[in-house]
Each structure stands twice: as structure tokens, then as C-alpha cells.
């Protein structure tokens, strides 16, 4: 009797245990009110399109941290906290000692007459005031050893301004401008010091000569192409100092329940940053990637519901990935459990514009195995995948694949919307993110309980596309064959990298470089970019200038084929 009593309790446990695996095996998959509670709130006015290293960011990443943990997730990131910090970029700022004033008059107020420019050369310079109009063109003019004096408008942006003043022997270089930019906006480098001045400024440092801003320009016009004396004589002192600017990947844990398999995690990720404002307009981000962000939460959501699976699983929401995969490579640097124990990495970026219910599902490759599981995990889905090899792109999967994790990359294609303002909630397909998450959920469900897919080496494609591409059709419009580094505020575009065997790396670009000008068109923005490349036909050539610690260059690049 009590034999038959212990055998009837022990596969009553058994049966309770493969219920509740049962259970944990099948997590209610996101619902489109959920996902789109989240975009609503990862786009809202306040989260000013959710820059890196920005109010708005952080904004997002107190709301991030604020939902996983109402999910009853860990913290996995520094210190037991849900942030895991990096810097964004290397900055500057004003130091103590940046002096502008007329020789034996009183000093202009850094910050409020005047400010340097974060790219400017630093240390003392002292010459002849000249006003040189535009500061386009110094043909005629005698500026050797002086300080031109220049307008902000006349058809040449601020950069070219300076490298005509370079080349013309200027000591320096003041813009009149009617707003004093930020150092962050003026951080290119330009061999010449040089900062702006208000109009009011110009006004109080020529007064002991009579002359004043409103006079200037009265005397260029009767004058044209000529250089105005003022006969005022200034010492400019640039001071800055190092000003790094941090932003944060928020992590999120939840600890597999198999005590043999707890020790190992899979990785699911999307970045939440994206361009914020530029130039005064605010870029929501709602696909790219809202839409990826809050397709995480809801996966975090529902694999909590159900108590966790029977490995880690890791929510991470990097941030500076529009500046060049900065938060993912940091956590690859810094993982929550080491990359020797992560069996896969999932990733999803722009899934919010599903187009003829088909969705990308890249990296299939990446592992044996991993094809079949994603085909199983389609299975019955009313989604077309289209499962493709290459586990390369630029997207934050890329880092984890090149440090040895298998991974999986769910997109939905770009669009007309690509880094505009124009890309808000209102036009992102809730519903299709759910049937995305449906699919996910029983991928990434299978990945964090059988046993471990065996890493695969996938040679890079020549069709993977670099930010440049910016939504056109594959196979159209001329294709310079940069990508951007876009983790300044400044004028001009500093590039991230060169694509092999493209016009740019033929013509010598590099890394770092900070293009100035394509052809007829001065390039300042990514938006600049994407107009001059229209204007072009695949096999062009085009004249580039572009900056090289601090040295202007040109060069002329045949343009080829979009991939």
C-alpha cells in the first residue's frame, strides 16, 4: 500500500512538472495594443526622437528601465543596475582662459558674444581685423597673418569658410552669426582658429575705430571682392578641454529555470536611440526603432508571464546604435553572462512596416541548425520569411555574430520614411509586429531549451548595404560606398567606415574623414547626403572634398551601383 502511495505521488509530481514546463513552454505572444502602447510612448513629444546621449534618450531609458522591472525582471546591467553606461562620443568644451577682445580693450563674454568652435586650433593668435564678406572666395584680398572677419550666409558653409581663410593665410577666422552654435556644432576640425561672434559683439570690438557690423557690409557692397581694413587689432585665445558624453544600454534578466542550463543565455536586443533632433526637427523613430524596442518589451513580457525558460534569458536595449553600433559593442565588451555561454543573440530592428506580410530573417546561417528552427518556428504563421544566410549588416547583431554568437536578425525593410520625421506612430503596423513576435516567441522559446546550435563562419556579402542606401530600391541610384560615424552634432559628415571595393575606398576615404562637399553640393547632414547622391547617375565622377585631421582634401570618386 504505501509502495503503490509513493509511486502515485511521484508521477503526480512528474506530471505537475511536465505541465508547468508545458506551460513555460508557450508564452502569450505580444498583442498589438501592447506594442503599440509602447511606440506611442518610446515616440512622444517629450522623447525627442530618443538621440543618444540626450535628455530625450534618457527620457527612454527611465522608461525602459521602469517597464522591465513592473515585468519582474533583474537588472543585468553595472553595479546590480539596469544601465550599463559608454561613451558616445569624445567631446569638448569651453575651458577656463578662452579670451576674445580687442588689443587693450575690455573682453567679449564667452557664451554670450562669442563662442570657439570645438574644431578650432587651440592656443593664442593675435592680428589685424579684415572684413572679408562671405568668406567664400579671397581672391584679390590680402588676409596673410590677419583675422577675417566673415558673414554666416553667402552660399558657403561654415567649413568651407574655414578652409578658404586656411588657404588664403588667415590667422583666424570670426563668423557672424545671428545665434551662437554650441561647441558640439562646430567640432569638426579645421586647421585655424576660429570661432563666432554676434552681431552685437562686432559692434563692441570695432567700436574704438568707428566701424560697426551694419557699416561692413554697407562698404563690401560699394566694394565688392575686397577686403575691409577696420583697424582694430585682436588677440583670439581658443581654450578647450575634454568632454566625453556617456549613454546607456538598459538590461534587463530573467534566470533560466533549468539548473543545468541557467549558466547559458540567449540574448534578445534592439536599440531604442535614434537621430533626435536635428537641426531644430525632432526625428520620432517609430520603426527604426520603436517598432524593435517595443517588440523586446513584449517578448520580456511574456517569457516573465510564464516564469522564464530554462536558460537566461538577456532583454537589452542598446543605445548609440545609430552612431555606429556603439551601445552592442560595449555589451559584447561587458556581457551580462560571457559570450562563451551565449548560445544565440536575437535582434530586431525596423519591424514596424511589414510590406506584403513578408519579414527578413537574416543570419539563418550563422549556426547549423538555426535554418530549421526558424522554418519550425514560421511554421503555421500566416508571415512569408525571408530566411537569408548573411548574419553581417549594420545592425547591432553584427557585433555579437563577429564575436563568435550565433545570431538571428528580424526586419521588415526600409521605406520612404528612413531617418525623416516623417517616420511617426501612426504609420507603424502593430498587428504585423505581433504575428513578428508570435514568430519570435516560439524561436527564441526553442533556443533557450534545446541543446546549443554550433557557431558557423559566413563569409561578409558584397550586397550588404551601409546607411548611405537611406531606403532606395536595391539596384538603383548611385552609390558612394560610405557608412556614417554620425556620433557628433557637427557640421560636415564624419564617416564610420568604407565599403571594399567601392568608389570611396578606391579614391582613399577613411574612417573618420568628415566630407565638406560632394560635387555642386555642401554636405552638413545625412539628408545633404542623400540629395547629392540623387543628383548623380551610377558611373559619375564627382569631386569630394573632405577634412583629414584638420587638413582639407579632394578627391574625385566614380560613383557605382546601389546593391
Not at 573682453?107 to 578650432?120: E, I, K
Not at 562671405?134 to 596673410?144: A, E, L, N, P, Q
Amino acid at each position: 500500500m504505501r509502495r503503490s502511495s509513493s509511486f502515485a505521488s511521484l508521477t503526480l509530481a512528474l506530471v505537475l512538472l511536465l505541465a508547468a514546463r508545458l506551460a513555460a513552454a508557450a508564452p502569450a505572444p505580444p498583442t498589438p495594443e501592447e506594442l503599440a502602447r509602447h511606440v506611442a510612448a518610446l515616440t512622444a513629444p517629450e522623447m525627442e526622437g530618443r538621440g543618444s546621449a540626450t535628455e530625450g534618450g534618457e527620457r527612454a531609458a527611465r522608461y525602459l528601465e521602469s517597464a522591465l522591472a513592473a515585468m519582474g525582471l533583474k537588472p543585468g546591467g553595472d553595479n546590480r543596475t539596469w544601465r550599463q553606461s559608454f561613451v558616445v562620443r569624445k567631446g569638448v568644451r569651453v575651458a577656463p582662459g578662452a579670451a576674445l577682445a580687442g588689443v587693450g580693450g575690455a573682453p567679449l563674454t564667452v557664451g554670450q558674444d562669442w563662442m570657439p568652435h570645438g574644431g578650432s586650433q587651440a592656443g593664442e593668435v593675435e592680428g589685424d581685423v579684415v572684413f572679408a564678406g562671405s568668406g567664400g572666395d579671397y581672391t584679390g584680398m590680402d588676409v596673410r597673418g590677419k583675422i577675417a572677419l566673415v558673414l554666416e550666409d553667402g552660399g558657403t558653409s561654415r567649413l568651407e569658410k574655414l578652409i578658404a581663410a586656411r588657404h588664403a593665410g588667415a590667422a583666424a577666422v570670426l563668423v557672424v552669426a545671428s545665434a551662437l552654435p554650441s561647441v558640439e556644432r562646430t567640432a569638426a576640425p579645421v586647421a585655424i582658429h576660429s570661432a563666432t561672434v554676434t552681431s552685437g559683439a562686432v559692434d563692441a570690438l570695432l567700436a574704438p575705430s568707428g566701424w560697426t557690423h551694419a557699416k561692413l557690409i554697407q562698404a563690401r557692397a560699394a566694394a565688392p571682392g575686397t577686403a575691409v581694413a577696420t583697424g582694430v587689432r585682436a588677440r583670439l585665445s581658443v581654450r578647450l578641454e575634454a568632454s566625453d558624453r556617456l549613454a546607456d544600454n538598459v538590461i534587463g534578466l530573467l534566470p533560466g529555470t533549468d539548473p543545468a542550463l541557467a549558466g547559458e543565455a540567449v540574448v534578445v536586443g534592439a536599440h531604442y536611440d535614434h537621430l533626435g533632433r536635428v537641426n531644430g526637427a525632432v526625428y520620432p523613430g517609430a520603426d527604426d526603432n520603436a517598432s524593435g524596442t517595443a517588440t523586446v518589451l513584449g517578448l520580456a513580457r511574456a517569457f516573465a508571464a510564464t516564469g522564464g525558460a530554462p536558460r537566461t534569458m538577456i532583454f537589452a536595449l542598446f543605445s548609440g546604435e545609430e552612431v555606429g553600433l556603439l551601445g552592442s559593442g560595449h555589451y559584447v565588451g561587458h556581457p551580462a553572462v560571457p559570450l562563451d555561454r551565449t548560445v544565440a543573440m536575437v535582434n530586431f530592428d525596423m519591424v514596424g512596416r511589414l510590406h506584403d506580410n513578408r519579414v527578413s530573417v537574416s543570419g539563418i546561417e550563422s549556426a547549423a541548425g538555426l535554418r530549421a528552427a526558424v522554418a519550425a518556428a514560421g511554421a503555421g504563421s500566416t508571415l512569408k520569411l525571408d530566411l537569408r544566410d548573411s548574419p553581417h549588416g549594420p545592425s547591432d547583431h553584427a557585433r555579437f555574430y563577429t564575436a563568435g554568437v550565433p545570431v538571428v536578425f528580424f526586419n521588415t525593410g526600409r521605406h520612404d520614411d528612413y531617418h525623416k520625421p516623417s517616420d511617426t506612430a501612426d504609420r507603424i503596423d502593430t498587428a504585423g509586429m505581433a504575428r513578428i513576435g508570435a514568430v519570435a516567441v516560439r524561436l527564441i522559446d526553442e533556443l533557450a531549451a534545446t541543446p546549443r546550435l554550433v557557431y558557423a563562419q559566413v563569409a561578409p556579402s558584397a550586397g550588404r548595404r551601409p546607411p548611405e542606401a537611406q531606403g532606395a530600391q536595391a539596384g538603383s541610384g548611385a552609390f558612394l560606398g560610405v557608412a556614417l560615424d554620425g556620433r557628433g552634432e557637427s557640421d560636415g559628415l564624419r564617416l564610420g567606415s568604407i565599403v571594399p571595393n567601392t568608389g570611396a575606398a578606391r579614391a582613399g576615404l577613411r574612417e573618420g574623414d568628415v566630407l565638406v562637399r560632394i560635387g555642386d553640393g555642401t554636405i552638413d547632414s545625412f539628408d545633404d547626403l542623400r540629395k547629392a547622391l540623387a543628383r548623380q547617375a551610377p558611373g559619375d565622377t564627382v569631386r569630394v572634398v573632405f577634412l583629414r585631421d584638420g587638413q582639407d582634401q579632394t578627391v574625385s570618386v566614380t560613383l557605382g551601383t546601389r546593391p
